[in-house]
């Protein structure tokens, strides 16, 4: 019930009191007139509300009449009372009406904080600002001061400071959002930057491993970083002038494959390039760890291709592997057997079969796979694709440590295969 609505009820009864107190005072005066004089002698008894009883020298008729505006005024004095009583309650319903309207106003009010709650987690920088919160603090503080209801300030004070937390723990999650980004940006960039050097210059293989192991605390949980660091110390290992040198970074490298193969189990980067390390630190060990790298050598490079099928470089360091097998003396045979049950077996028909491989996935892939598909067919007496394979590796430039390697190899061929050196032909 709104203010101007009990407004017009209470000024409705007043008036109704008014014309029943009028009407009654017109009608006293006009029996005053005709009543006798004893009868007027008992209006104090009639003004206290006592009832009249009939008087010998009253008519039946006016008896009536008074007994009705004796009623009258009784139901006009309980009027007055019942008015009075709805005055005295007008402000306390009017308080509970303020408060009912307050009360959907605090509930729009959450609705629409609702949706501005959306509309901030849609668009983070809409977020609220320190100062917006010093903001509501101070209008909830000026709400009280200003004669509110500790009740209405203490739910409207609660229910913002509910929003400010909320607030407080989006902003919290898209300051860790974007410091993730940021961090991802950061490692991708670098990533980049050492993919270049690796395809670089000894200055720049060096100053890439320098970078990474820098870095490795910062990214050390990283595969894509750790398998990197990996190649890194691959590239160091070659292009070291001592043995001691070689050695260092073969078994530092081995070590941090093992992590990286232990962090994440199904990145093929990380067992292909682990297994190439294993293979490398090989060449320095006893004959027993020589076989025992062999294994694990193997066993990761299978795990690599399971994980990325269509590599070529997988399948190149396969071949090499059954290619090594295939050239075990009957002593290192009997070692791997005495020492691990079983010695590895692998034949030039399974080396053959990886390096087409390579060239099926990628053709013309490294000179390398040229000459040692030149070597398989050699040994399998195919001698003229053994020729064919010799004159594609030749045909190809030596742009790296590898492919003067592989030039190497094409000299000690040449006799063999009865083939004229392409630098006498030039002649």
Known sequence: MSQADNKVLFLGALAGIGLAVACYHSFKTRRRA??????????????????????????????EVLDRLEALIQCVSELKDEMKALKNAMPVVH????????????????RAGGDRTEARRAAP????TPTRRKRAAGSIAGAIGGGRSS??????????????????EEQSNDEQWEEKQETTDNLANLLEMIDSLHQGTESDKRESLCILTARQEEFGQNSAFLWRLIRAYCDAHDISSTLEEKKKHAETGKQVGEEAVALNPTCAESHQWYAIMCGILAEYDTMQNKIKNGYIFKDHLDKAIELKPQDPMSYYLLGRWCYAVAQLSWIERKVAAALFGEPPSATIEDALTNFLKVEDIQPRYSKLNYVFLAKCYRDLGQREKARKM?????????????DEDAQKELDLLCPELEVQHPADQLL
């Open 125 to 128: 920088l809409h977020r609220t």
């Open 95 to 110: 308080g509970q009406a303020s408060e009912e309207l307050a009360g959907g106003d605090r509930t729009e009010a959450r």
């Open 34 to 63: 005709s009543l006798p004089a004893h009868y007027l002698s008992c209006n104090n008894e009639l003004a206290t509300g006592m009832r009249l009883v009939d008087s010998p020298g009253l008519p039946g008729a006016q008896v």
């Open 390 to 402: 010799f004159e594609a590796a030749c045909s190809m430039q030596a742009a790296s440590k590898e």
């Open 151 to 168: 009740e209405e300030a203490e739910s409207e004070g609660g229910y913002i400071t509910a929003l400010t937390d909320s607030d407080e």
